[in-house]
C-alpha cells in the first residue's frame, strides 16, 4: 500500500483544514488506517484511527470534539477533518495504514503534510 497525504497549510488559530490521504492499490478497504503528527522537537503521537468499515474511531484527547477521521473506501482515501485549529495543533501530520484496527506498530506510512497554526 502506497500513501500520499495532502491538505496541509497555513491556517490561523480557530480555523479549520481538511487532510487527505490517498491510498494505492485494490485493497484498500481492508485496511484500518490513521492520523499521527509530529510537532517540531518532540515524537510523533497518534492522533486518530478508523477501522475498514469505519465502525469505530479512535481518537486522542487533545483532539477530540475538533477532529473527525473518516474514509471513503470507493475512492481509496482516508480523511481527517480539522476544526478550532490551535497553535499546538501545529505539526507534520501522517497517515499510515495496518491490516489491523488496534495495532500498535503500522506497517505503511506516507509522506507528512505540513500543517501550521498559528496564533
Known amino acids: 500500500v502506497q500513501l500520499q497525504a495532502s491538505g496541509g497549510g497555513l491556517v490561523q488559530a480557530g480555523g479549520s483544514l481538511r487532510l487527505s490521504c490517498a491510498a494505492s492499490?485494490?485493497?484498500?478497504?481492508?485496511?484500518?488506517m490513521g492520523w499521527f503528527r509530529q510537532a517540531p522537537g518532540k515524537e510523533r503521537e497518534f492522533v486518530a484511527s478508523i477501522d475498514w468499515s469505519s465502525s469505530r474511531t479512535s481518537y486522542t484527547d487533545s483532539v477530540k470534539g475538533r477532529f473527525t477521521i473518516s474514509r471513503d473506501n470507493a475512492k481509496n482515501t482516508v480523511y481527517l477533518q480539522m476544526n478550532s485549529l490551535k497553535p499546538e495543533d501545529t505539526a507534520v501530520y501522517y497517515c499510515?495504514?495496518?491490516?489491523?484496527?488496534?495495532?500498535?506498530?503500522?506497517?505503511?506510512w506516507g509522506q507528512g503534510t505540513l500543517v501550521t497554526v498559528s496564533s
Open positions: 499510515a495504514a495496518d491490516k489491523n484496527y488496534l495495532t500498535r506498530g503500522y506497517d505503511y
Open positions: 492499490g485494490r485493497t484498500f478497504s481492508s485496511y484500518a
